[in-house]
């Protein structure tokens, strides 16, 4: 029903910067929100970036003033700027989509499958 497709990861040095990218297709009536989320090895999958339909934006501690989640006007397709990368911020990074795919359906989650992101000190 809902696909999400992600891109832009890969290998970078310590102190550079990426630019994450996640493109929702299919049967999509309403986004309700976009999300990054981030597992790196034998690690839970935690929550990087969020950004709402509203424009609200949320941020972990840990990427706050480094990272920038943006969005185009239905949240289709929704950016994730990484700047002044270390090591500790490499993972696989997934996106996450609250969306709506017919007028009286309940909201739902949907995934994509993630790219990695490595960061070489």
């Known amino acids: 029903q809902v696909q999400l497709v992600e891109s832009g990861g890969g290998l970078v040095q310590a102190g550079g910067s990426l630019r994450l990218s996640c493109a929702a297709s299919?049967?999509?009536?309403?986004?309700?929100?976009m999300s990054w989320y981030r597992q790196a090895p034998g690690k839970q999958r935690d929550l990087v970036a969020a950004?709402?339909?509203?424009?609200?934006?949320t941020y972990a501690d840990s990427v706050k003033g480094r990272f920038t989640i943006s969005g185009d006007n239905t949240l289709s397709t929704v950016y994730l700027q990484m700047d002044n990368l270390n090591p500790e911020d490499t993972a696989v990074y997934y996106c996450?989509?609250?969306?709506?795919?017919?007028?009286?359906?309940?909201?739902?989650?949907?995934w994509g499958q993630g790219t990695q992101v490595t960061v070489s000190s």
């Open positions: 950004i709402t339909r509203s424009r609200t934006t």
């Open positions: 996450e989509t609250v969306a709506i795919v017919a007028p009286r359906a309940v909201a739902a989650n949907y």
């Open positions: 299919g049967e999509i009536f309403e986004i309700k929100s």
